[in-house]
């Protein structure tokens, strides 16, 4: 008994795996002292405000910055004839493609960047941009995809004009840009020619923006003494922007230094190297000062990183059980007028093959053609993984479509589809094997708790009862999403693999500081990394000290976007950890008098096998090892670094479920309910999880319900501000049901897949598939996105459940 | 982000800032609440040379009860409205509408006075004082008048008040007891400007309407007091057939600019849903 | 050279002056000027809260005011809210509630939480949605900012000193 009380207060004492430890990280925001990028303030540091086209196509025909120099306060004006010398008017994307810094004689997309203005405050540079002059010969716009590739549609690249290739196989049209397939078409084709059923669907995933709470911005610093380039800067990839940073400046890299801070969200949004980073980098290499430059929240939404924009078709061939037998997904992928999306180079459509989803698929192909219109370039972005959104989005709704075409329960067809627990690892029919999960525990144990037998009994009275003013929906979502980019051979960006690092000193006093090469944007790294590497070492959390986002101390890593960290740079800290133990257990042998295998570890100690009073603590060994008292031909200090390159992507999923009651006469839906069970494997930290899942799902309410970037005929944006585009209040956002399962991943040092943005990938179908469900009696089969009252109205109108009696 | 270069000045009386009015002329603007202005500026789509600030004037501020009508103050905040337990008892229909603007921040600076002469059909004051049948008291260089809310909104941000005046107190006629209120506003979230906003203000007699108002938020480019409306259901139950009736007159007066809120469509059957429950709720609420 | 004006007020209960062009906002003087930078910059639009501060008892968006319109006034930022050493109960609340994850939205949530707290100090969760409405948040979701306010609420009930 009291063994097992000591055993227990020695785990607790840890903090470690599994433990709602409370975060670190809090102490400095609840006091308002995070180092966000607009806190920081250099001597002599100047402010760049960018001057913007009005117009989402046009010439430059005169730009004059005479009015601008004569304002007060006003240094410089940079446009891209200033960037010519150093050849950085045009900079290279990870897509293989060429994107405008300043732009060179055209312009592409509304508020494209055209020049930057230089002052000594804010105010001054705001300025000196209004009093740049700058006359546009304007241009037919394209801003459909479908209308891009029409023959007669303008040329929007007429830089590229020439070039057979952007990044992926050849270019059809001047507006196309790549055409990327997986899968076996004609396996596929054939299934569909024998199927008892098929059905197809036009779904569209529109351009979203995950608009994190802070827009983007930097602050480039050049010494030019020293020859030394500091950029501080929203960047979830501190280590891959200096080395294109390095690329682009041809400065050594060694002689630049990154440094991610505190930053207020990213989402996806904070990934791609943005045009305002390189001017102010030049701005400051060019006058030798510090150049701040931060965005709106108009720029932010006008101008970076979006999502989605995916006009898909889906298809899928089944027998009369509903057991699919084939699948058919393309995509028309709108990338805007830059192929600047981040995503792996062999990947240009990211993971998206990942769409045959939780179920055992034996034929499957699928193709997205991606085209450029005269909008803000990107495509890859938003607590996604990449791609993942559209593909799980498209295989959950068309789940819901077959279910609807065979009058089967929705819940039923996907059991009846789910690969099986002994499938596990299951290599899917697009080449991406699953490693491990458990798909009909998950559902049954969200259908019980929420009693789901008496929900579609409720739904079936109310569809009954004329008198009932509101159309009830269920949405089901039981997604696999693919995170934790990944296995080098497979993953990389402009050719560095997407491995990752943990670099671990432990202290003589049993301290330990570990970094690693991620970059939490509110994630909770210094946590929940400290807890993977306290029990790994039998040292408490509260000792270990994390340190990620500077990139002269940091190893090299990948950054954190796609859920990657926990999977790929949390295996390195496990791995790291584990060699420091592998040591300690040689000195603690040694100390010991005894073998290594004659030692056990238990929680924080070594143990003798059958004489446990025999023992020697981590915190013991940590001494030891910077002394002399090791064993002969050991080096002092107990330190490692291990760079992990997965042998696999990880596969967290779930399963939720959402109950909604539509307005009939307003359209506006309210959520009920929204029960989500997740399972990412090992937990790390339960109250951490919790708090992501929240997050998520809230984002996934947001994309479902309301957001939109709609631009008109022109390439206008017509909501780009936080007056339309929609991000919930604490009075919108449902109350969130978690719940979850644990399916611990085989091929990762501590079974951990990663959870943060399953929430999202699985909760926009869940909703989207309960706003249509709530219309299913009256043949709807499908209801593109955001459900905003007004479109849910209209589908009333047209249905005509909005008349009342008497009326 | 930034607004241009403007002069300010914080004038201690309304006969101060009727001078400065005067004397700057056209180049100048008032600073009430500055939740309209402000943001305006930021993104330099208002650029006054002049600001005139009427936040120190003590004399635009206040609640009286006058016995047959309260006495607002044009400078008294939204939540000052919120807060106040004679307007929630006496006139709540003001309360209701005033806790649906915008959010809890906004309301603690943002004005009655300014909310009504900004001339923006998507504020909910002017619908509330065409229901309330309130009148304003301007006051110029040459005095004052008092103008009737209704006809006070002549078109997109053109009302009565003249170039040279100051709206300085809102009459508001207390509504006789057992009178039955409501504000029913859609919108895409909170905070945000009504897709369409009904403001009724009733009496009932023996099971039927004795008397009504009703006036529209958003629903063309000004408030608009549904007069149709309000006569057809004069002396009737309220009935579905009835409810029908007044909001498809209230529908006939509505011409919505469309918007990312919806079409005219949308907006315009949202006008009658609106109207439809603000007249429900009203009558749950009336006493007779 | 654009005109100033000599603004004084009291910044977390210690007097400040300053000189600022008569368009220069709240938010900027107290990042820029008074070293402040607890109050963040999320829009330009006045939607997101990010900045707000209390002034003279309410809550404001310190992105919306005018510095010389604050003459005179009690402005109180995240940064005031420790007192001697001791975080004030909404500090803890969300911290131990988790009420935070990237930080950005959190001090202009604690400020308008303090006043909420002023307003109604034992708030129904509807209220605490309603009243924070100006406040917006892409991380948690709101609901343990909701438990946290709740948890500062029975704290400060309990130990009304704390407040």
């Known amino acids: 008994m009291g063994e097992s009380a000591e055993l227990t207060e020695r785990e607790q004492k840890l903090q470690g795996l599994g433990t709602a430890m409370l975060r670190r990280e809090d102490a400095r925001f609840i006091r308002g002292q995070g180092t966000y990028i607009d806190d920081i303030k250099l001597p002599g540091m100047l402010f760049g405000a960018i001057v913007r086209s009005p117009y989402a196509h046009a010439r430059i025909t005169a730009i004059n910055k005479a009015k601008a120099l004569a304002a007060p306060g006003v240094v410089a004006v940079l446009t891209a004839e200033d960037l010519k010398p150093v050849k950085l008017h045009w900079m290279p994307t990870a897509g293989g493609d060429v994107q405008a810094v300043l732009a060179d004689e055209k312009v592409c997309f509304q508020y494209q960047e055209v020049a930057m203005v230089l002052a000594s405050d804010r105010y001054a540079a705001y300025d000196g941009a209004a009093l740049v002059e700058v006359e546009y010969q304007e241009l037919p716009a394209v801003t459909e995809p479908k209308q891009a590739l029409s023959p007669d549609a303008p040329v929007i690249r007429e830089d590229i004009a020439d070039r057979k290739e952007v990044g992926h196989g050849p270019r059809t049209h001047p507006n196309h840009i790549f055409t990327w397939e997986a899968g076996n078409k004609a396996a596929a084709d054939a299934a569909f020619a024998g199927a008892a059923v098929t059905v197809r669907e036009e779904i569209l995933n529109p351009r979203v923006h995950p608009c994190p709470l802070e827009t983007c911005g930097c602050v480039a610093s050049f010494n030019k003494a020293t020859g030394y380039l500091t950029v501080y800067v929203t960047s979830q990839i501190p280590h891959l922007f200096r080395t294109v940073l390095a690329m682009l400046s041809g400065i050594a890299e060694s002689k630049i230094r990154v440094v991610g801070g505190d930053i207020g969200g990213g989402f996806g949004n904070k990934v791609p190297i943005y045009p305002g980073y390189v001017v102010a980098t030049v701005a400051s290499i060019v006058t030798g000062v510090p150049v701040k430059w931060i965005e709106s929240r108009i720029d932010n939404l006008s101008t970076t990183g979006f999502a989605r924009d995916y006009h898909c078709v889906g298809e899928l061939a089944a027998d009369r059980d509903g057991r699919i037998k084939g699948l058919r997904f393309t995509a028309l992928a709108d990338h805007g007028a830059f192929n600047s999306h981040v995503s792996a180079s062999k990947l240009p459509a990211g993971l998206f093959s990942i769409c045959t989803g939780s179920y055992a698929i034996p034929n499957a192909y699928c193709r997205v053609d991606a085209v450029y219109t005269n909008k803000a370039p990107g495509g890859v972005a938003y607590r996604c993984s990449l791609r993942v959104t559209e593909a799980v989005y498209l295989i959950e709704r068309m789940m819901d479509v077959l279910a609807q075409k065979l009058g089967v329960d929705k819940a039923e067809i996907r059991r009846r589809n789910f690969v099986k627990p002994e499938q596990f690892p299951y290599t899917t029919a697009l080449g991406w094997t699953l490693d491990s999960g458990a798909y009909h525990a998950a559902l049954e144990k969200v259908l019980k708790a929420v009693d789901y037998e008496g929900l579609r009994r409720e739904q079936a009275a109310k569809r009954a009862d004329p008198n009932c003013p509101t159309l009830m929906g269920i949405g089901i979502s039981t997604f696999t999403e693919i995170v934790g980019a990944g296995p080098t051979k497979v993953c990389d960006i402009l050719g560095i693999g997407l491995f990752d690092s943990c670099d671990i000193r432990v202290h003589p006093t049993g301290a330990v500081i570990a970094r690693l090469g991620t970059m939490s944007q509110g994630q909770g790294h210094t946590t929940t990394y400290a807890q993977i590497i306290a029990t790994e070492l039998g040292l408490p959390a509260s000792d270990i000290v994390i340190e990620e986002g500077d990139t002269d101390k940091a190893p090299y890593g990948a950054g954190t976007w796609g859920s990657r960290s926990t999977p790929v740079a949390g295996a390195a800290a496990a791995q790291a950890a584990r060699k420091i133990r592998d040591k300690a257990r040689k000195i603690a042998a040694h100390l010991l008098e005894v073998g290594d295998n004659d030692l056990e570890w238990e929680i924080d100690r070594f143990k003798v096998k059958g004489n446990p009073s025999q023992s020697k603590t981590m915190k013991e060994i940590c001494l030891v090892a910077h002394t002399g008292n090791i064993p002969p031909g050991m080096e002092q200090g107990l330190n490692a670094v291990s760079y992990y390159d997965p042998p696999n992507l990880t596969y967290p999923f779930g399963a939720y479920l959402c109950v909604v009651d539509i307005d009939r006469f307003t359209g506006e839906t309210k959520v009920r309910r929204f029960y989500a069970l997740d399972d990412c494997g090992t937990r790390i930290n339960p109250m951490v999880i919790e708090g992501q899942i929240h997050g998520g799902l809230t984002e996934a309410f947001a994309v479902a319900m309301g957001q939109q970037l709609p631009f008109d005929e022109n390439g206008n944006h017509l909501g780009n501000s936080l007056l339309d585009y929609f991000v919930p209040t604490a009075v919108e956002t449902p109350r969130w049901e978690t719940d979850h399962t644990v399916t611990p991943c085989p091929h990762h040092p501590i079974g951990a897949k990663g959870v943060a943005e399953s929430p999202h990938v699985g909760g926009i179908p869940c909703f989207s598939n309960a706003v249509i469900d709530a219309f299913a009696h009256l043949g709807v089969t499908h209801m593109d996105m955001p459900h905003s009252a007004w479109r849910v109205w209209q589908k009333c109108q047209a249905l005509g459940v909005n008349k009342r009696a008497g009326s | ?288 | ?163």
Request: net charge positive; with cysteine.
């Open chain 2, 1 to 288: 982000m930034i607004p241009p270069s403007f002069e300010y000045y914080a004038p201690r009386s309304i006969g101060e800032a009727l001078s400065l009015l005067t004397k700057l002329g056209g180049e100048s603007k008032l600073l009430a609440g500055g939740h309209s202005l402000l943001p305006m500026m930021k993104l330099r789509f208002a650029q006054p040379t002049h600001l005139i600030d009427l936040n120190r004037i003590p004399d635009l501020r206040g609640i009286r009860d006058e016995g047959a009508e309260l006495v607002i103050g044009a400078m008294t905040t939204e939540a000052e409205l919120i807060g106040s337990s004679v307007i929630r008892n006496k006139v709540p229909l003001l309360a209701e509408g005033a806790s649906s603007i915008a959010d809890p921040q906004v309301r603690y600076r943002g004005t009655i006075g300014g909310d009504i002469s900004h001339g923006d059909p998507g504020n909910d004051q002017p619908a509330l004082m065409l229901a309330l049948d309130a009148s304003f008291v301007l006051t110029g260089p040459k005095g004052q008048r008092t103008v009737k809310a209704d006809g006070y909104f002549l078109g997109l941000y053109e009302t009565q008040l003249a170039a040279d005046e100051i709206l300085t107190e809102i009459r508001v006629p207390i509504p006789a007891a057992g009178s039955g209120w409501s504000y029913q506003k859609l919108k895409r979230k909170t905070g945000d400007f009504a897709t369409a906003a009904t403001a009724v203000l009733l009496q009932m007699k023996g099971g039927k309407v004795a008397r009504v108002a009703i006036a529209l938020t958003n629903a063309g480019s000004t408030a608009l007091r549904a007069r149709a409306a309000e006569a057809a259901l004069t002396g009737k139950p309220l009935d579905e057939a009835n409810l029908s009736e007044a909001a498809r007159l209230a529908m006939s007066i509505c011409n919505p600019t469309p918007d990312q809120r919806g079409d005219v469509a949308y907006k315009t059957a949202m006008c009658g849903e609106m109207t439809r429950r603000a007249l429900q709720a009203a009558a749950a609420r009336a006493k007779g």
């Open chain 3, 1 to 163: 050279m654009a005109k100033t004006h000599a603004v004084s007020f009291k910044l977390n209960g210690k007097p400040v002056a300053v000189e600022v062009e008569a368009r220069e906002l709240l938010v900027y003087t107290l990042r820029e000027k008074l070293a402040h930078t607890g109050p963040h910059i999320g829009c330009e639009t006045s939607h997101c809260g990010a900045c707000t501060v209390d002034c003279n008892g309410m809550s404001v968006k310190s992105c919306t005011v005018l510095t010389v319109q604050c003459e005179g006034a009690e402005v109180l930022t995240v940064e005031g809210l420790e007192r001697g050493g001791a975080l004030h109960a909404l500090q803890q609340a969300f911290h131990e509630q988790h009420g935070l994850q990237c930080g950005y939205c959190t001090p202009g949530m604690l400020m308008r939480a303090y006043r909420l707290l002023q307003e109604n100090p034992n708030p129904s969760e509807q209220v605490i949605r309603s009243g924070m409405a100006g406040n917006l948040c892409r991380c948690t979701g709101y609901q343990n900012i909701v438990k946290a306010v709740q948890a500062a609420a029975r704290k400060l009930a309990a130990a009304p000193a704390a407040a």
